[in-house]
T-cell receptor, first 113, second 114 residues
């Protein structure tokens, strides 16, 4: 799996957009970008994933650069409950053992009132 | 999203005993399951990958004889920590996949070995 680089921590004001960057400069053409988050002492929660195009769902938006070497997760209106560690992962599809998710250190997002 | 459960949610055991942790996919068939371990203030570390009906593939440095993984059905995988010691105390998390892009995580099991 490609290595990803994320800032260790970020703060965001409640109600504002949170923009979390991720660098994955060695991503391969068949690797997807996934975002998960982990609230303290819980299992990771899936947020969103994409290959080339920007994606949006009820939780967040994912913006992937044209060269696919970086991406940004956007939480449009952050709430206190969005305080968590956010992980950016790149991996191939899970057909074989190659499709495993390797977690880096993630970004600790703190949403402040 | 799909639901993955783990049982127990927490367990305390004496050193030298074995502990079994169950991971179930409740509303989908999981062809692949993953087991992770997470120490305090650290990220998740992948321990092994298991495909239903096959032997698990362990990551480098993970002792397969100590961490026994069984994936006997499409909805259940078990992790048995044999002869547990205090250094095995950790947060164990499983995840399950029923398709190419899916990976759903369980809530985790907190193991404390005295």
């Amino acid at each position: 799996d490609a290595k990803t680089t994320q800032p260790p921590s970020m703060d965001c004001a409640e109600g504002r957009a949170a923009n979390l960057p991720c660098n994955h400069s060695t991503i391969s053409g068949n690797e997807y970008v996934y975002w998960y988050r982990q609230i303290h002492s819980q299992g990771p929660q899936y947020i969103i994933h994409g290959l080339k195009n920007n994606e949006t769902n009820e939780m967040a938006s994912l913006i992937i650069t044209e060269d696919r070497k970086s991406s940004t997760l956007i939480l449009p209106h952050a709430t206190l409950r969005d305080t968590a560690v956010y992980y950016c992962i790149v991996r191939v599809q899970i057909f074989t053992n190659a499709g495993k998710s390797t977690f880096g250190d993630g970004t600790t997002l703190t949403v402040k009132p | 999203g799909a639901v993955v459960s783990q049982h127990p949610s927490w367990v305390i055991c004496k050193s030298g005993t074995s502990v079994k942790i169950e991971c179930r996919s409740l509303d989908f068939q999981a062809t692949t399951m993953f087991w992770y371990r997470q120490f305090p203030k650290q990220s998740l570390m992948l321990m092994a990958t298991s495909n239903e009906g096959s032997k698990a593939t362990y990551e480098q440095g993970v002792e397969k004889d100590k961490f026994l993984i069984n994936h006997a059905s499409l909805t259940l995988s078990t992790l048995t920590v044999t002869s547990a010691h205090p250094e095995d105390s950790s947060f164990y998390i499983c995840s399950a996949s029923g398709g190419a892009n899916e990976q759903f995580f369980g809530p985790g099991t907190r193991l404390t070995v005295l």
